[in-house]
């Protein structure tokens, strides 16, 4: 199996709501948002050391009472689909653990295969703005939106728990955008609204903005509950 983890967090109570989990981060993304904060992973991946499967494998099993599952990270997960995604995952279930799954939803078709080989338990899909030509300058690069939606129905029908989520970043999203957002993914289980972290973001001209208050994100709430009721924040 080649499957690379250039990232371990043993515990983590923070990446799946209610569970307690050891976070793996796989490199490489397809994607060149100006605010995601994990550049080194992807552009330079070779910096990174390769953490052993056995090593994970074994810390598992001596903390199954204590650890729910494991979550799946990146970079895009998806792009190892022909790396050992599929088998370390199998390796995993095979522990008796949960997988939590965080996708950009450029890759449908793999998302659903590993739904029906019930491989995962949960996905965290990341919507980075409104599904029109904008996604295009969010994302750094050409994108499919119909993949995109088509990942959406995928994820809304697949019968497991699940969320959209979405970076909520100073001068590229605002309450409009946030609104047509989740009129887009009306009657979804829950939407994410995540604090931007200014902080080694991967376009410099960002790193400079100051996040959203508290207050500006509580009003995004508001306008966000009449399509999609389960609305949060999460980092503010």
């Known amino acids: 199996m080649d499957l690379e983890i250039k990232g371990f967090f043993e515990t983590s109570f923070l990446d799946w709501d209610g569970k307690i989990v050891s976070t793996l981060c796989v490199p490489l993304c397809n994607l060149r948002c100006p605010f995601c904060h994990n550049s080194g992973l992807i552009e330079h991946p070779q910096q990174y050391e390769n953490i052993p499967l056995k090593h994970i494998e074994d810390f598992l099993l001596e903390h199954k009472d204590f650890i729910d599952g ?76 119909a993949k995109i939606k088509q990942s959406i129905e995928i994820v809304r029908q697949c019968g497991l728990h699940y969320e959209f989520r979405t970076t909520v970043v100073p001068t590229l999203l605002d309450n409009n955008d946030i609104e047509v957002m989740a009129k887009a993914i009306a009657g ?19 790193r400079s903005i100051k996040p959203y208050e508290k207050e500006q994100l509580d ?3 508001k306008v966000c509950q009449p399509h999609v009721a389960n609305t949060i924040i999460r980092g503010a």
């Not at 931007?196 to 376009?203: G, I, L, P, Y």
């Open 188 to 206: 979804a289980d829950k939407f994410v609204l995540q604090q931007f972290v200014a902080e080694n973001c991967w376009a410099e001209s960002l």
């Open 70 to 145: 494991v979550c799946i990270t990146g970079g895009e997960p998806c792009l190892h689909k022909d790396r050992g995604l599929f088998e370390f995952l199998k390796r995993i279930k095979g522990l008796g653990l949960l997988v939590k799954f965080d996708t950009n939803g450029t890759d449908p078709e793999t998302l659903k295969r590993l739904i029906d080989q019930k491989l995962i338990d949960y996905i965290a899909m990341d919507l980075k703005g409104p599904l029109d030509e904008r996604y295009d300058k969010l994302t750094g690069v050409k994108i499919d939106l």
């Open 219 to 221: 009003e995004m709430v």
